[in-house]
């Protein structure tokens, strides 16, 4: 690990995803052997992961080069076989069957989670890759297809940072599932006693109160009482 490290401290968002990283490689059944940094941050979870070395292989993902050659400068002081760089469509990911993989999908909106995972499930179908989701807007979409796909909720939690709420969710792809491991439209995380629980809430609910006088009534008014019947 890097005396100093290469980048400061993680916000909320991206620390809760580090946390939930480092604590399953301390797991040995539950390690993963190939991280794949997909997110929309320059990096930054992903050099933090290197740092602590908590996997065989980083791969860091963009599509803008520029980004890639920033991380490929600034990663001159971490062993090169701790980590490689795509610069590439995330849709396109080659994955070894014989590993673990866990795909970052964060800081990026819904469509292009849905976009990414739709092509990787298709390209890989059967086999058992995991993903941790974080878009920034589009979540209650995010849910529908992953409900439509039948993956496995592994976790699911909210996070908030510098007045926004972000949910995370964690799944596995090619797993069987059942009833305590399928995916909700609205999430089953709510906290009624967290405030942050109950601004996000709020916040849902007056986003299908507008969308409900709009041109697609009939699904936010649908969505709309799901959210109202959380508890």
């Not at 995803?17 to 052997?33: M, S």
């Not at 990414?116 to 995010?142: N, Q």
């Amino acid at each position: 690990m890097s005396a100093v490290s290469l980048v400061g401290p993680l916000g909320a968002r991206l620390r809760s995803l580090y946390d939930l990283i480092e604590a399953a490689q301390l797991q040995p059944l539950n390690r993963y052997d190939r991280i794949w940094d997909c997110c929309c941050d320059h990096g930054y979870l992903g050099i933090k992961i290197v740092e602590a070395e908590l996997c065989e292989k980083l791969v860091f993902v963009d599509q803008v080069p520029h980004i890639i050659q920033w991380l490929d400068s600034k990663l001159e002081a971490l062993p090169k076989e701790r980590f490689s760089l795509i610069a590439g469509d995330a849709s396109d990911l080659v994955f070894d069957a014989k590993q673990r993989h866990l795909v970052i999908l964060a800081g990026v909106s819904g469509s292009t989670v849905t976009a990414i995972m739709g092509a990787i499930l298709k390209a890989y179908a059967g086999d058992s890759i995991d993903f941790l989701l974080c878009p920034t807007h589009g979540v209650f979409e995010v849910r529908e297809y992953l409900i439509d796909a039948r993956v496995s909720l592994m976790d699911e939690w909210i996070v908030s940072e510098k007045g926004r709420h972000y949910e995370v969710i964690h799944i596995r792809a090619g797993a069987e599932i059942d009833g305590d491991v399928k995916v909700s439209s609205v999430g089953k995380m709510w906290n009624a006693n967290d405030k942050d629980h109950e601004a996000y809430l709020k916040k849902n609910i007056a986003h299908y109160q507008r969308a409900e006088q709009g041109d697609d009534a009939v699904r936010s008014k649908r969505i709309l009482e799901e959210y109202r019947g959380i508890r």
